[in-house]
């Protein structure tokens, strides 16, 4: 990729799927420092368990699974996800929603 090829370091993308066991396995290979940056959060959905428990709970699960099997793997960032930082639903009412 041209990002790649116009940087002094290295970049390599990986396709992964939170909900696919193991499905991160390849991306961290070698890696000592996973970062879990953030989890889908929506604020209408069909199905409360698929569309947001499972992305976020099994997601999170599936990935520290790889982690505890990576034994590169030295440090892990979890940082929740962008909504976790708002205060409650007064604070979010104000906000533009594109879901």
């Known amino acids: 990729n041209k990002m790649s090829e116009n ?13 696919i066991v193991d499905s991160f396995r390849e991306a961290m290979k070698g890696c000592e420092i996973v970062f879990h940056t953030a989890s889908p959060f929506y604020f209408k959905f069909k199905d409360a368990v698929k569309e947001f428990y499972n992305p976020i709970v099994k997601g999170t699960e599936n990935i520290l699974e790889t982690v505890n099997n990576t034994k590169s793997v030295k440090t892990v960032v979890f940082t929740s996800t962008g909504w976790a930082t708002y205060g409650d639903n007064a604070d979010i009412a104000d906000i533009p929603n594109d879901n």
């Open 7 to 19: 940087s002094a370091g290295k970049i390599q993308l990986y396709e992964a799927d939170l909900l």
